[in-house]
């Protein structure tokens, strides 16, 4: 039998019967309700969960803190997270329903992280004023089509190199935790490893779900569960946008770089290194109008996610693997309508449960980046692009993902001009696909 790092070393190559015929996937009738309760199992559930449990800790905890350090209420940052949970519930719903494929979206992190110096000297309203007009740009350029042409000519092993350079400090996050809090932290590595290389008890139990219970174990038998009574159901606050040019020229675009190229690269690039044909200038769509229906929640930009894509195409069968995006949907909206209780929820955990859960949980995908990166060709542009993008370059307020990925394209062109000649005999690109090695 084929390994994972076989099949993701072929499946550029391969792909799909639309992938050899150089067509773009487009939707088809919506899944029948008897094909969904015959592809789901426990398997894909527990994914769908994992997946769930991921964004609903260390991406909450990034938006909560650059929301807090901003001066954001309470209710505004409840309704922050109650929108880009709604809205991630909604276009991951769409777009598996539509492609049958898993497409699972969330809200932008480094978006997020850039939103912090903003928030020091531009008014909140400002700011939605910004995402409106972001969630435009993004879904024009989503229906220009011009998407699927650049993601056409970007080889697969730098944007991998790429992917492994953000999800490095999931990885460095397990070895924070475990120093800083040995308590929580170690039950849930130990669980994790005993899980993960005894077969027959990963079987029964994935070895993440196993790390969760044992982290939640460890917290509730410390006595370090600091819960408050609160709100429960969520109340989203419309907060009416201010347009002005301060907050236009410094968010728009770099806000819309890093959705389209950073955080779309990521999930076209997870999502392609597994077999699967994700459509990219009909992500690109569906970003530009939940970052619309974000903006009104007064939250993010949408995209389409590396990390959460990961958790769900981690095991399983690639055509059964859509039933975790379905899940992950479902579990999305519901915490979307008792956001204020996954706030708390969050709040209540030592931060070490956060870092070690979403670190041991990033870990499959980040070895499977390092491998599609650096196995074959494209070796020197994929290394520029892993350093430079570790490095935090940040130049006229893009993030350095972005950069790594134009700089290491552009040192591989020059250092290494024929890999860039060789896919193309091997393995022709597609629109709306990348091109990926095909060297024996």
């Known amino acids: 039998m084929a390994t994972r790092e076989a099949r993701v070393e072929r499946a550029g190559c391969e792909g799909s019967e639309e992938t050899r015929a150089g067509r773009p996937p487009v939707p088809q009738r919506p899944v029948p309700p008897r094909r969904i309760l015959r592809d789901v199992s426990p398997l894909y559930a527990v994914n769908g969960l994992v997946a769930v449990v991921f964004s609903a800790t260390g991406p909450v905890a990034v938006t909560l803190a650059v929301g807090a350090a901003g001066g954001l209420s309470d209710a505004a940052l409840a309704s922050w997270v109650c929108g880009m949970l709604a809205s991630a519930g909604l276009a991951t719903l769409v777009m598996t329903l539509l492609y049958r494929r898993p497409l699972a979206f969330a809200w932008s992190i480094p978006g997020t992280v850039l939103l912090g110096p903003s928030l020091q000297h531009l008014s909140f309203e400002e700011v939605v004023g910004a995402f409106f007009t972001c969630g435009l740009l993004v879904l024009g350029v989503g229906l220009s089509r011009v998407m699927g042409r650049v993601m056409a000519v970007l080889p697969m092993p730098i944007i991998m190199a790429m992917v492994a350079a953000v999800f490095l400090r999931f990885g460095t996050d397990i070895v924070d935790a475990g120093r800083a809090d ?34 939640v174990a460890a917290v509730v038998a410390a006595g370090r569960l600091d819960w408050q009574p609160g709100p429960v159901i969520a109340w989203p606050v419309f907060t009416a946008p201010e347009f002005t040019w301060a907050a236009q020229l410094e968010l728009v675009v770099p806000l819309a770089v890093t959705v389209l190229l950073v955080q779309n690269g990521q999930g076209f690039a997870v999502l392609s290194a597994v077999g699967h ?161 095909a060297h024996p």
């Open 277 to 437: 044909r994700p459509p990219v200038n009909g992500s690109a769509i569906a970003s530009g109008v939940f970052s619309l229906v974000n903006a009104c929640f007064g939250a993010i930009s949408a995209c389409l996610t590396g990390p959460t894509n990961s958790l769900l195409t981690a095991s399983g069968e690639k055509s059964r693997q859509y039933t975790a995006a379905l899940v992950y949907a479902l579990l999305s909206l519901a915490l979307a309508a008792v956001a204020p209780v996954v706030v708390r929820a969050l709040l209540a955990t030592p931060e070490a449960f956060v870092l070690a859960l979403g670190g041991l949980a990033m870990i499959r995908a980040l070895q499977q980046a390092f491998v599609v990166a650096f196995r074959t060709g494209f070796t020197m542009g994929a290394l520029a692009t892993f350093v430079v993008t570790v490095s935090g370059l940040d130049l006229l307020g893009l993030h350095a993902a972005f950069w790594g990925i134009v700089i290491g394209w552009a040192v591989s062109r020059v250092m290494e001009p024929h890999d860039h000649v060789r896919p193309r005999a091997a393995c022709p690109s597609s629109p709306g696909g990348f091109r990926t090695l």
């Open 182 to 215: 040995p308590v929580i932290a170690l039950p849930m590595v130990g669980a994790f490893i005993l899980f993960s290389s005894v077969a027959a008890l990963g079987r029964r139990v994935p070895a993440v779900l196993a790390a969760l219970l044992a982290g």
